[in-house]
Nanobody, 124 residues
């Protein structure tokens, strides 16, 4: 059974930074990538960034490109999302998930293990 646990969320002013962490254990590493998704109230869950295990490939949504950076520490089974220049529209619950990399936009159906999420709130 796979398990993913997110941490690092919080409240920050616009322009600030946060680093989210995702601890992976169990069968999650039978997948080939770890991704971050987010869901704002009343909106659909959307993919933010993903990284292949081993780190050869990454993919970012256009809305975060240049501001967010995904990275991993495979020895610690950790994946990080460094979020800079945060905007109020980045406010959402952020989830990490393990799945299969498709060289394009993140698709929920490609991810089969999910964490419970960590809240990010950006005030203007």
């Amino acid at each position: 059974q796979g398990q993913l646990v997110e941490s690092g969320g919080g409240s920050v002013q616009a322009g600030g930074s946060l680093r989210l962490s995702c601890a992976a254990s169990g069968d999650t590493y039978s997948s080939n990538c770890i991704g971050w998704f987010r869901q704002a109230p009343g909106k659909e869950r959307e993919g933010v960034a993903t990284i292949t295990i081993g780190g050869s490939y990454t993919y970012y949504a256009d809305s975060v490109k240049g501001r967010f950076t995904i990275s991993q520490d495979k020895a610690k089974n950790m994946v990080y999302l460094q979020m800079n220049s945060l905007k109020p529209e980045d406010t959402a619950m952020y989830y990490c998930a393990a799945g299969w990399f498709n060289y394009g936009p993140l698709r929920i159906k490609d991810y089969n293990y999910w964490g419970k999420g960590t809240q990010v709130t950006v005030s203007s």
